[in-house]
């Protein structure tokens, strides 16, 4: 089974790089293509994969062929490999906003066609990626792809009328913690800690208390309230978080973040 990527940024080397870490493909196994030269002989030297000479030499040889180029470029792109993508390819979308109305459209009829939002923890094998499939896609094409994505995090099959939703709770929602772990850092920072100090506290206990969520499986209200103990000092600071509207600020975010990506 040969995989393709057109485009080899960031998300399409953290993809790259979980699949060949799983030992789901080899290196020989992928071939992909770059806007420039210099990226492609870049993650050539990283990782070994092949390197075509254009776009639509990838979209030739791929079995499952993903699209990791922004929005902006699908049309341009979908132009060049419309015609040489063979029948039987899976064809992955990995861009926010394009719907499987608009890649039924730009692609030939029958296409098998799977539109997925992966996130950036995808670098670190931990992402998240909501996936919505085609109506000409197998249950075994399906089960293949799902493979790769879970190669680097977790990946779940979701209805497209809530990818919108993915785009705003996983897709963009890193940088909502980023600046949660920011903020808590710099308090720590004000406090006397030093700064580097005090990103490690901040990122690890972010870090514990989402595996706390995932692997235990209680209410994250539970298990807020094991950490509130009578009297305390962390009541004190969630008492602080309710007066400044962190629950609601958190969700207008979220819906701007919905509403862009359903606008776009």
């Not at 990226?39 to 030499?57: L, W, Y």
């Not at 920011?182 to 989402?210: C, I, T």
């Amino acid at each position: 089974m040969k995989i393709g990527f057109i485009g080899l940024g960031n998300m399409a080397t953290a993809m790259i790089g979980g699949m060949l870490q799983k030992e789901i493909v080899k290196p020989g196994d992928i071939i992909g293509s770059a806007k420039t030269k210099a990226t492609g002989e870049k993650v050539k030297a990283q990782f070994g994969i092949c390197i075509a000479d254009s776009n639509a030499g990838t979209a030739e040889e791929a079995d499952i062929l993903f699209l990791a180029v922004k929005p902006v470029f699908f049309p341009e792109v979908i132009e060049e490999i419309r015609d040489v993508v063979r029948g039987e390819t899976v064809i992955v979308s990995i861009a926010a906003g394009r719907t499987m109305e608009y890649l039924e459209g730009a692609f030939r009829p029958g296409s098998k066609l799977i539109r997925c939002m992966p996130n950036t923890p995808a670098l670190v094998l931990e992402g998240c990626t909501g996936v919505c499939v085609g109506k000409y896609v197998t249950g075994g094409e399906l089960d293949q792809v799902l493979e790769l994505l879970r190669s680097f995090g977790r990946a779940s099959v979701v209805p497209e009328r809530l990818m919108d939703v993915v785009v705003g709770v996983s897709g963009s929602s890193p940088a909502y913690v980023f600046l949660f772990i920011e903020a808590m850092a710099d308090a720590a920072v004000a406090e006397g800690m030093p700064r580097k100090q005090a990103y490690e506290f901040a990122a690890q206990a972010v870090l514990g208390s989402a595996k706390m969520v995932l692997e235990t499986g209680k209410h994250p209200g539970e298990l807020k309230d094991m950490v509130c103990s009578p009297g305390g000092t962390t009541i004190q600071a969630v008492k602080v978080l309710e007066e400044k509207g962190l629950r609601s600020a958190v969700m207008d975010a979220m819906q701007a973040c919905i509403d862009k990506s359903r606008n776009m």
